[in-house]
């Protein structure tokens, strides 16, 4: 059984900085492309990074590059993305995802339907 916790979400300030945590289990993430996406209230939900699994090749979506960094400890089974400069446009549910191999599109699209297995998601509000 596949299962992603996504961890360290919280209130910050702007100019502020989170790292967020996706733990899985009953799956090794160093086999799998992993991104990160959010969804703010009345938005679609989007892609915000993405992280191969072979060469650890990332990519971003334009609005968080230079800000956000997504990483991977494959010892720990663990990826993180570690977000300064936050800005209220930050404001949403972050959710981490595995990238279906079976999927019509590559995982550096960050297209939603091709991701299979999705975590729960966690809150990060920005704010003065």
């Known amino acids: 059984q596949v299962q992603l916790v996504e961890s360290g979400g919280g209130l910050v300030k702007p100019g502020g900085s989170l790292r967020l945590s996706c733990a899985a289990s009953g799956v090794p993430l160093r086999y799998s492309a992993v991104g990160w996406f959010r969804q703010a209230p009345g938005k679609e939900r989007e892609g915000v990074a993405c992280?191969?699994?072979?060469?650890?090749?990332?990519v971003y979506e334009d609005s968080v590059k230079g800000r956000f960094t997504i990483s991977r400890d494959n010892a720990k089974n663990t990826v993180y993305l570690q977000m300064n400069n936050l800005k209220p446009e930050d404001t949403a549910i972050y959710y981490c995802a595995l990238h279906d191999p079976y999927s019509a599109g590559f995982y550096y699209t960050m297209e939603v339907g091709d991701f299979g297995s999705w975590g729960q998601g966690t809150q990060v509000t920005v704010s003065s």
């Open positions: 992280i191969s699994s072979n060469d650890g090749n990332t």
